[in-house]
């Protein structure tokens, strides 16, 4: 039966979700709350400067395939995928660097150069992770936990697998050298995990790279989700923008639409929700409705740490920085640093940092002769009780004097665009709890059927994807939310 359909949220998991149902046959409509489409991955643009808010790692990239395919397109018809080489150049407090990439000969060149013994420990580890991989990305990632019993029928295959290990533990078996060992495990923290709390089913993010490559989109982030708006409106489905919810309306324990912040009422047979879980149980559903997602129950969860994000574009390009597109930057610390954002819920004056710098890619994404950055450092989330209206410029201060004097020279006196995001942004702009940048935190407690479901336990109708729910965070698991969605409201 063809159904309306609302879509809460212009996220990955929203888009994708918006697609697959336009192409089953119903009608989607999307509300978002922001005036871009995107979530997370919303685009700052500033004086000619194109600067990606959200997710920059593209992993999987036939899972956008799937859904123009689906849709009866050609995903290059609308984005060009390019490979990124290496995936990732990896740095140490004292500024040595490891790369790697898909290529096996090289990565084990590489881990020689560091320790040649950890060389046979890393083929070991890559030969488990398949495994891995292929029980929990290939058979279940895209498989809805709605019962108990979906749990206890893939137990006994996830305790072989070593489940009930860390990431970092895991790892640990095959890889003796420390530096080597936080190359190969820092994948957790892409969405939202502690590697030293993480399940080790997150292993298999390594092995995902490696099958099938790390890929920028021309054009930046931002370039899919034009092309995903572009696909849904010539499927026939609506985006309306500057649109905030503000209550989602149940009848008899069912959705039967939404009421917008400005009082207009929108009817629809179902309703897909792609902002925050905790937010969407918290704020937009009446209490009388949620039976199991008490304000209890959402307190008591787990979720993951926040970011501090600054964008920032120079007058001047850094090509012989050393840097490549993507830069994972280790402080000295890494275990204590992690206990301090995930469980002490501290800032500390040190950090770890991604930095990402897409023009060495696509010089497009700042004018001509200048250079398009952006600096990732995990913090806790609003539980740690900073005041960032006072944090901000002085945690923004700590670390571009970092980088000025390890990576970038005169970075400070080059800068002619910049704008700087903290976990504020994500309670007050993005609505995600406390803050958090990728909501329910990824542990083997809150994974699977312990995760908020796909399809709500207290409202009939009322579906989810995106971050907060199963399989998780990160672009494969967001995707991967969306085809579940798909599934589980059926064909028109």
Known sequence: MKKDIIVIGSGFGGLGAAS??????????????????????YVYEIDGFKFDGGPTVITAPFMFDDIFEAAGKKRENYIEFVPCNPFYRIFDHKGGQFDYNDDHEFTLEEIKKRNPKDAKGYEKFLKTTKAIFDKGFVELADKPFLKFTDMLKVAPDLIKLQSYKTVYKYVSQFIKDEFLRRCFSFHPLLVGGNPFDTTSIYAMIHYLEREWGVHYALGGTGSIVEALCKLIEEQGGKIHLSSEIEEILVENGKATGVRLKNGDIHMADAVVSNADVAFTYKNLINPKHRKKYTARKIERTKYSMSLFVI?????????DSGLAHHNIILGERYKGLLEDIFHKKYLAEDFSLYLHMPTITDPSMAPDGHEAFYVLSPVPHLDSGTDWNEMTPKYRDAIMNFLEENYLPDLQENIVAEHTIDPLHFKNTLNSYKGSAFSVEPILTQSAWFRPHNRSEDVDELYFVGAGTHPGAGLPGVLSSAKIAENLIGKA
């Open 20 to 41: 697959r149902l336009l192409s089953q046959g119903h009608n989607v409509t999307i509300f978002e709350k922001r005036d871009k489409p995107g979530g997370r991955a």
């Open 311 to 319: 964008y920032f574009g120079t007058k001047k390009r850094y090509l």
